[in-house]
């Protein structure tokens, strides 16, 4: 299993190391954790609150995607971090991951119509 | 009979097959084999390379051993596995396989309970981690017993 970050999403990223660096680390960290444990990755791609040892990482498939898309977005709570949605896919064929976006959760709450919302839906399907 | 291993559009020599028996002294070769990487996804960055660089950033690479260090008891929990321990010495898999002379793959599987490590890995990984050999070697044992439970 492994994990890719898209250009968009790397750029989010960017922009989270110059303004929140222990939310950028906790975001990489993690991410770098799952991608080395499959039982870590089995659970971002299972819908509600679930437990990584005490850590709890709450993941939501974004449903409202039309067409049906394997979007999902996860939140690390109880950490620097709690406050930014990690949007992401996954691709079951080559089994990889793709980080689409990083935002805090202020700035995105699932809308289709947003600017943010139709950025990750492009990127997905170009993928 | 010649055996070859390509990597790359070159070619190296890596053993002789002979149906007579040889007295010479030989080596014993060992290597390991995956499937690799597959390619990043279209307009997207491996994950690994992108913590490269940040690694590579004084102040970055200082906020990711932070991360390690905090997120190592809630990430892998009270077990006292080496995920947890490579994590609370603040390394990432990769950096901990470096120290250690081995491969990142490798490492994951090891932290899994799915290999076995030999003595001098373990005392390599302690190095690495600054710790006593029993202790990796107490702490690869218990993720293998549960491993093996589950």
């Known amino acids: 299993m492994h994990v890719d970050v898209h250009a968009h999403a790397e750029a ?7 303004t929140d660096e222990a939310a950028a680390a906790t975001v990489t960290v993690t991410l770098q954790e799952i ?14 609150d679930n437990e990584f040892g005490t850590l709890r990482l709450n993941v939501k498939r974004w449903t409202a995607a039309k067409p049906p898309a394997n979007v999902w977005r996860f939140r690390i709570l109880d950490t620097p971090a709690t406050s930014y949605r990690i949007v992401y896919g996954y691709h079951w064929q080559t089994r990889q ?7 805090h959760k202020d700035d995105f709450d699932y809308e289709l119509t947003s600017d943010l919302g139709r950025r990750i839906l492009a990127d997905w399907a170009s993928l | 009979m010649s055996l070859q291993a390509i990597s790359g559009g070159e070619s190296w020599l890596i053993g002789l097959h002979s149906s007579q028996p040889s007295t010479q002294p030989g080596f014993v070769i060992s290597a390991q084999f995956g499937a690799g990487r597959p390619l990043p996804m279209p307009n997207s960055k491996a994950l690994d390379d992108l913590v490269a660089e940040a690694e590579a950033m004084p102040s970055r690479a200082a906020a990711l051993r932070a991360a390690r260090k905090t997120l190592a008891e809630p990430l892998h929990g009270t077990q006292a596995g080496l ?12 950096q901990l396989a470096e120290l250690a002379g081995t491969s990142q793959a490798h490492i994951a599987r090891i932290e899994a309970g799915k290999n076995d490590p030999g003595t001098s890995l373990i005392a390599r990984i302690a190095r690495a ?12 044992r218990s993720i293998q017993a549960e491993a093996e439970s589950a």
Not at chain 1, 12 to 18: A, G, I, P, T
Not at chain 2, 129 to 140: I, Q, R, S
Request: negative net charge.
């Open chain 2, 83 to 94: 995920a947890c321990m490579r994590m609370k010495a603040g390394k990432s898999q990769a």
């Open chain 1, 12 to 18: 989010d990223l960017e922009r989270l190391w110059n």
């Open chain 1, 35 to 48: 991608q080395g444990d499959p039982n870590l990755l089995d659970k971002l791609t299972q819908h509600g």
């Open chain 1, 97 to 103: 991951l793709c980080v689409l976006a990083v935002a």
């Open chain 2, 129 to 140: 981690l600054d710790v006593a050999e029993v202790e990796v070697f107490t702490a690869v």
